[in-house]
Structures are given as C-alpha cells and as structure tokens.
C-alpha cells in the first residue's frame, strides 16, 4: 500500500460527459502528480501541483483541469469526454516539489462510452 | 515527443536467465533516472534508480547501468522469477517533470 488514495476505482460515463477523479496523497507528501495511462501512450504526465500551487504542466488537454485543495488532496476534471479519453488515471505524491521517488495509487480506470 | 525511448515492448525470459531492458534519452538536463515497476491492477512503485555521477548501482538481483556519453542507461535483472513479471517503466526526470518510457511487459516462465 503506498499510501496514496484514488476515487473511484472505476468509472464508466458517456461521451460528453463530465467527471471528478479524486486523489489523497500520503500524508505528508506537499506534491501530487496526475498522469495519464493508456496502452499505446504508457504513462502520460499530465499535471503537478505543489503545496496548492501548480508547479508543472504536461500533455494536459484544455478539456482537462486539476487543482490541489488546502488539505492537499486534489482533483482532475475532465470534461466534454471523448471516446479516447477512457484510460488509467493516476495520481503520484511526494515530499518535495522536486521529482524524486513517487508513490502511486492504484488508478481511476475511466470508460467512455 | 517521446524524450525516453524504452525497448523492447515485451520480453519474455526463463527462470534463472537474466532481463535486460534499454532505455535512451535525449534531454542532457535529465539528472534522476528511476526505474518503476508495475504489476496488473497495481500502480507503479520506484525498484531503482541512479543519478549522472555513477555509472552502475545494484540493489539487489536488479542493476541500473549508465553510460552518460551515449545518454543510454538499462535495467537488469539477474536470476529472473516468476514473481518479477510486470511492467518495468523506465523513467528520467529534471527538476519540474518525470518523464516515464513506454514500458516493458516482462514475462518470466517456468
């Protein structure tokens, strides 16, 4: 158990549709990461945030958005979903803003129909 | 732009033989190469990694080499077991951003 929460498990919606994936990193951990992972892409980074305050951006999509709340836990929102939105999200934290090791959690698998 | 090529996509290996995974970079800036290990279900969890300033770290039945100059570096595993079939990512990351291969499926048989 890395200690790194994510919800939900799965989740299958239609297309256009809008969902909220929610991640609690460890305690302790300032940093959390979101990436993206789907079988020809592998793992995708997509955003980090830093104690509340973005700090990296990847391949994130404009339809996509994130943000870290004061209690550190995040959320990804990812809205207007297309079919090739379904993939594994994860969420990824650590101790400090500077990459390091990475604890994951287990994934939000999406499913757009 | 894939900035970590990783290969080969899948391997398979017998028990007790050795796995091999290659990964190259681009970006000379890259100062931390982890590698990650992933079994189905699960999510990633860091196995090893080596900065710049060596050329070999071993933990282990797993060994990173480096070789800065031809900015390649890859994965081995000695003794390989039935228990070691996963995803292997390899990954190089800057101060902002890691940045993962697209992974290896390793299967270890009997």
């Not at chain 2, 990173?64 to 990351?93: E, R, V, W």
Request: proline content about 4%.
């Amino acid at each position: 158990d890395s200690g790194v929460t994510q919800t939900p498990k799965h989740l299958i919606t239609a297309t256009g549709q809008r969902v909220t994936l929610r991640c609690s990193p460890r305690s302790g951990d300032l940093s959390v990461y979101w990436y993206q992972q789907s079988l020809d892409q592998g793992l995708q980074f997509l955003i980090q945030y830093y104690n509340g305050e973005e700090r990296a951006k990847g391949n994130i999509l404009e339809r996509f958005s994130a943000q870290q709340f004061p209690d550190l836990h995040s959320e990804l929102n990812l809205s207007s979903l297309e079919l090739g939105d379904s993939a594994l999200y994860f969420c990824a934290s650590s101790v400090l803003s500077v990459d390091g090791e990475l604890f994951f959690g287990e994934g939000s698998r999406l499913t757009v129909l | 732009q894939q900035q970590v090529k990783q290969s080969p996509q899948s391997l398979i290996v017998q028990k007790g033989g050795i796995s091999i995974i290659n990964c190259a970079y681009e970006n000379t800036a890259f100062d931390y190469f982890p590698w990650y290990q992933q079994f189905p279900g699960k999510g990633p969890a860091l196995l090893i990694a080596i900065r710049p300033d060596v050329s070999e770290k071993k933990e282990g039945r797993f060994t990173i080499s480096f070789n800065k100059s031809a900015k390649q570096f890859s994965l081995h595993i000695m003794d390989s077991q039935p228990g070691d079939s996963a995803t292997y990512f390899c990954a190089a990351s800057t101060a902002s951003k890691l940045t993962f291969g697209t992974g290896t499926r390793l299967q270890v048989t009997l």
